[in-house]
């Protein structure tokens, strides 16, 4: 079968497109975009992803999605990854990993030993990858509680807090720990290359249940162990934290006043910040709802703590986990969105929104960390959070090639179907659906991204949009083409596709062939179209499915030529 055939079935195949009525009418979308109007530069902030798995990176589908992230902008993106310092041989499991960092001999005496984290860092550079280091968890040989060690823990049963959770029973040892560590990153990949790289200490510290089996003040003194250690070993090393949960708790305001009176470096702050899904059953059956409000909740509160600090408020923020959900090796109805495209719609909906809640603070957002990579030997498909199955790019992944494109500076945009951010913070996207735009303007190219969103995950009318282009550069205006990239049911969809084929569960060579190809993101018209400008403005239409994300970019017709 054809791609384009297995990709039409896909769409036949969806659960609920048998329930809307046959050919509803489209919604109208006025968008407006003035490339005269700069609202700024393009600061990359979708370049952070992580994963709680270390060991994964260095397998073969983990290599692959690492090159994948490496080319969307060389040397810019970031990968975190828990375990970094936990007792192991490197035996990789569902939110586990482990590198041997750290042991102790008869006497008590520290044996370092890089073998493992030299391999996955390797990993990361030698794919244009930089770590976005943090620091831990804790070496058994170190835990105030080693016993038991490794947790048990497993989709829906098990403890997580185990041994690797726990404070150190030595603070410097601890702190020798993270010296010797970054002087030999530093040996290794060079003092420039080590000082572009973020540090931070632990994870979410706030959720003693999951995460830290100390106490609040216990963390504060790890903490200020690890930047001493780090700033040790290179005064110049770019720190922060505390990478906390979103709990809407008062962390990250004790940890500000904390690291104040400490006088701990940090160069920047770091909070998570999550969205929660929910199967919601009614009288065509379940689907599932997602919660954006919740997520950007979650995220404004933690604004709203570092804008009220008179110092936190001049630091750069980066967003360290930053999901539709909490966990990423978890399965079940309420995760069915994962490997679909409302995955892809919904990050399209809310980084604009993450960025103008920053903004409004008068905060600088860096970074917004998707927790995503790949799970190693899984079935495909199998559920979980991630940005590749079997090494196979799924939509999500393609929306991030997207916002790599999208380069130069902001100019104002508008749609008049886009919600409301405070409309959004409050409720979601429950009513009518969310179809908005960003643009950039990049030299002579024109990028405009166009998203159609909502919270339930049922079938929907399209949008008709018609986007009216104004202000546009001599080179544009003079003769222009648009190539125009899409992510709905039809295009850029691996799962699509491997629906249409009866999901196979060990695709053969020739269905892996054809799932690869039903991943690429590629122009949906086998040539770029030709815009006809009248003095410095232009218009085009396009419809765009429920679900769907559109590039479409505008570049000078002579450099095609």
Not at 82 to 111: M, V
Not at 323 to 332: L, N, R, S, V
Not at 444 to 464: C, E, M, N, R
Request: proline share 7%; aromatic share 10%; glycine share 8%.
């Amino acid at each position: 079968m054809k791609v384009r055939a297995v990709l039409a079935a896909a769409v036949l195949a969806c659960p609920h497109a048998a329930l809307a009525a046959p050919d509803p009418a489209p919604i109208p979308v006025t968008i407006e975009v003035d490339a005269a109007r700069d609202e700024g530069p393009v600061e990359p902030v979708w370049r952070f992803f992580g994963a709680d798995e270390p060991n994964y990176a260095t397998m073969k589908d983990g290599r692959t999605t690492l090159a994948t992230l490496g080319a969307l902008a060389p040397d810019r993106v970031y990968f975190r990854t828990h375990n970094l310092f936990t007792s192991g041989d490197g035996t990789p499991a569902l939110k586990w990993g482990s590198t041997g960092i750290y042991s102790e001999d008869s006497q008590g005496r520290a044996i370092y030993d890089w073998t493992i984290v030299d391999r996955i860092f390797d990993t990361y550079r030698a794919r244009g990858v930089k770590p976005y280091v943090e620091l831990g968890f804790m070496p058994e040989a170190l835990s105030t509680q080693p016993i038991p060690y490794q947790h048990d823990w497993r989709p829906g049963s098990g403890t997580l807090r185990t041994g690797w959770a726990f404070p150190p029973r030595d603070l410097a040892k601890w702190e020798e720990l993270i010296f010797q560590w970054v002087r030999h990153c530093i040996a290794r990949y060079g003092r420039a290359e080590v000082a572009s790289w973020y540090f931070e200490t632990w994870n979410e510290a706030n959720l003693p249940q999951y995460y830290w089996g100390g106490t609040r003040e216990d963390f504060f003194r790890l903490h200020d162990a690890a930047i001493h250690g780090v700033r040790r070993a290179l005064p110049e090393a770019r720190v922060g934290g505390p990478d906390g949960a979103g709990a809407g708790d008062d962390f990250l305001a004790a940890f500000l006043a904390h690291v104040r009176v400490a006088g701990t470096p940090t160069d920047f702050l770091s909070f998570h910040a999550k969205g929660q899904p929910i199967v919601v059953e009614d009288a065509a059956g379940s689907h599932v709802r997602m919660g954006l409000n919740t997520h950007l909740r979650a995220a404004d509160h933690e604004f709203a703590a570092i804008a009220a600090d008179p110092i936190g408020r001049t630091k750069p923020i980066i967003i360290g986990e930053s999901d539709p959900e909490g966990c990423a090796a978890c399965q079940g109805p309420a995760n069915g969105y994962r490997n679909g495209t409302m995955y892809s719609s919904y990050t399209a909906a809310a980084f604009p929104r993450l960025r103008a809640l920053a903004a409004r603070r008068g905060l600088k957002l860096e970074g917004v960390l998707s927790w995503a990579f790949e799970f190693e030997d899984q079935p495909p498909f199998a559920g979980f959070r991630q940005l590749t199955s079997n090494g196979i790019d799924l939509p999500v992944m393609n929306l991030f090639k997207l916002f790599a494109m999208m380069r130069g500076h902001y100019v104002r945009a508008s749609s008049d179907r886009e919600a409301p951010l405070d409309a959004v913070l409050r409720d979601g996207v429950r009513g009518a659906p969310d179809i908005g735009s960003v643009a950039t303007l990049d030299g002579d190219t024109l990028s405009i991204l166009v998203w159609h969103y909502h919270d339930d995950d049922i079938a929907g009318p399209d949008a008709q949009v018609a986007l009216r282009l104004r202000g546009l550069p001599t080179a544009l205006a003079s003769g222009a083409v648009v190539t125009h990239y899409r992510i709905d049911a039809a295009h850029a969809n691996s799962f699509a596709a491997w629906r249409a084929m009866g999901s196979p569960i060990a695709p053969s060579d020739a269905q892996r062939a054809a799932l690869l190809q039903a991943a690429k993101l590629t122009p949906i018209e086998a040539a770029p179209q030709p815009l006809r400008a009248v003095n410095d403005g232009a218009a085009l239409r396009f419809r765009l499915p429920r679900q769907g994300v559109s590039l479409l970019v505008v570049t000078p017709r002579q450099a095609l030529q």
